[in-house]
Nanobody, 126 residues
Framework: QVQLVESGGGLVQAGGSLRLSCAAS????????VAWFRQAPAKEREFVAA????????YYGDSTKARFTVSRDNTKNTVYLQMNNLKPEDTAVYYC???????????????????WGQGTQVTVSS
């Protein structure tokens, strides 16, 4: 497993942008697929985006594609989530998760990830 720490959350007006970071410690982070999930109060955890171990493949949830971009820099053990044109419904705690053994059909399933960060709050005001 790896240890994950998210940062970059905050308060932003609708239409604004934020970039979240997920910094990893532990060996062989470059072997791990990483995903972003979010959870709003009283709602289920929702898949946001995922990126393969080498960055060659990216995946997005239906509500975030075209506005969010996931990327990674394995030299810095960090994955990023660039969020543009934010909407009030994007308000949630955002979590990054990582796993070595994710297959493409499972990237959006939270239970498949072994390592999780503590989350960072994103609040979008209208």
């Amino acid at each position: 497993q790896v240890q994950l720490v998210e940062s970059g959350g905050g308060l932003v007006q609708a239409g604004g942008s934020l970039r979240l970071s997920c910094a990893a410690s532990g060996r062989f982070f470059s072997n791990y697929a990483v995903a972003w999930f979010r959870q709003a109060p009283a709602k289920e955890r929702e898949f946001v985006a995922a990126i393969s171990w080498n960055g060659a493949n990216t995946y997005y949830g239906d509500s975030t594609k075209a506005r969010f971009t996931v990327s990674r820099d394995n030299t810095k053990n960090t994955v990023y989530l660039q969020m543009n044109n934010l909407k009030p419904e994007d308000t949630a705690v955002y979590y990054c998760a990582a796993d070595e053994a994710i297959v493409e059909s499972e990237v959006d399933i939270a239970a498949e990830y072994d390592s999780w960060g503590q989350g960072t709050q994103v609040t979008v005001s209208s």
